[in-house]
Structures are given as C-alpha cells and as structure tokens.
C-alpha cells in the first residue's frame, strides 16, 4: 500500500478544519460492498512442441532429427487476486480535498487492496485504498469498475463511512495508470503424451532414394522398437515429401546433410 499521505501545511487548526468539512461536508455516505476475495481456476489442454519452424531453411546431418514432434498435456492453475489491484507504472497522485491536499504514490505491479465497490452518480467503482492519513484513517481512489482508470473522485473512510470527496490527479509521466487485478499462473507439465510423439532421422541418401527412419516415443520418451520403421522417398520424381499432414521441400540431400524446408504440418 502507498506510504503515509504528506499534506500541504501544518497548521493544526487547518488539519481540524479539513476533518470537519471531511467527515460533515456536502458529499453523503456511499454504500460500499466488499470485494469478492481470491478466486482459483484450473484448465487442461494440449500443447505441441516441434524443432523446426513452417518456412525456414534449416540442416540435419545424418542420425539428427529432420523431425522431432511431441504432444503433451498441460494442467494451469490460475488464481485471480479479487480483492486487489496493480498499477501499470510508477506513480505519483494527490487528492485535492477542500482542506489540505493528501499525496500517495504507487509503484508498477505492486497491489493496492479494493475496500470494495460502490454504486454513485449512475456509475459503479471500485475504491482502492491507498495510504491512510496521520490518524489512520484510510484514504482511497475511486477506479471505473471496467476500465481500471481513476474515475475522478477521492474517497475517505470515516466513522459514519466512505465519502467520495475531492479529486484525485496522478502527477506522473504518461497520466493515470490502469489498475488491473493480478493473476498469478501456474503450469505443470503432464507426463501423458499426445498421440503426436515421434521424430523422423536422416539416414542418407542413395542415388536419388532417401532414406528417414520413423520412430515412436512412450509417455516418459523413451523409443518404441515396435513402432519404427524406414521410410525411402524417390527424389527424382518429387522435392517434396510427405509423411502424414507434413510437407518437406528438399533443397539439397547428400551423404553427410540434408538442407530442407517445412511447407505444411
């Protein structure tokens, strides 16, 4: 939370007047309804890793994978911080009250908490507190409740509530931040493979018959025996190969590399 407000003089007749207009001026006591706290969200899907990018030239030598595909389950956690929110820069504010002026500051990513959200002047916001004065009393910003700007007012807590008082102004480069709530994301990779989890190796070629062996992998990648086998491709009739939705473009195959190019997958 921001640091402790610094005000424009010290005259204590002046602090007692602006607690008074504070606490009895003309604004009302607005209805503020508590933040909805933390949240968690679990999702499972797959993801797809590969060695090669559709459209680069790329070299395999023999024994290397010309292909290299895997499948792999994904489990994400993510956990929605509710009951706050985070800048998205440095900053410096003030709320410009009848009394003295009350200053806060922020820094980039690090949360203020919500006091809540409240419904005034045919708008919702949320009110993030963001320093409390020399009595303790906490201050708080008025935020649109969609965007995450400063929607103008400045808010006090005091015995009877919150009053949305004064405005706030944000004295920093750029203007206001926008205040998001942060989402802290968790990935564990699972050890359940996809269908997809096999590689194709350069083995050469033979005049114009080139060879690539196709071989399987297990959830913990380790070979199949049983499912491998030798592939030939005639170049003569095509530089183009295909093996099942992929399309390999062949600039140049001999008996140390290949040079080739991924058209489609």
């Known amino acids: 939370m921001g640091d402790i407000i ?17 606490v009895i001026g003309g604004c009302s006591t607005v209805s503020v309804q508590p933040p909805l706290g933390s949240s968690t969200e679990q999702k499972q899907h797959k993801e797809r890793s590969n ?11 023999i024994g290397e ?4 595909v895997k499948e792999f389950e994904v489990f994400e956690t993510r956990a929605i ?13 003030v709320c410009e ?25 045919n708008a919702t916001y949320r009110i993030i507190v963001v320093a409390r004065n020399l009595s303790g009393e906490s201050i708080g910003v008025a935020l649109n409740a969609d965007s995450g700007v400063a929607a103008g007012p400045c808010a006090h807590r005091t015995l009877l509530g919150w009053r949305l008082v004064g405005t706030a102004k944000f004295l920093s480069a750029g203007g206001p931040p926008i205040f998001s709530t942060p989402t802290r994301i968790t990935r564990i990779v699972g050890q359940m493979a996809g269908p997809d989890n096999f590689e194709l190796v350069y083995l050469g070629i033979t005049r114009q018959s080139m060879s690539l062996l196709y071989r ?17 491709y005639d170049l003569s009739d095509s530089d183009v190969i295909a093996f099942r939705k992929l399309r390999i473009r062949v600039i ?11 058209t489609a997958n």
């Open 6 to 22: 610094k005000m424009k003089g010290n005259s204590p007749l002046r602090l007692l007047v602006s607690l008074v207009v504070l």
């Open 51 to 61: 060695n090669y990018e559709i459209g680069r030239e790329q070299v395999a030598s």
């Open 65 to 68: 994978a010309v292909i290299r």
């Open 81 to 93: 911080d509710s009951d706050r929110v985070a800048p998205d820069r440095n900053f410096d504010g």
């Open 97 to 121: 009250l009848p009394g003295p002026d009350l200053r806060f500051r922020g820094t980039k990513d690090k949360p203020f908490p919500i006091a809540g959200t409240t419904q005034a002047n």
């Open 216 to 232: 399987e992998y297990t959830d913990q990648d380790f070979a199949r025996p049983a499912f491998s086998q030798t592939l030939n």
């Open 252 to 262: 140049k195959a001999g008996n140390q590399d290949i040079r080739y190019v991924v």
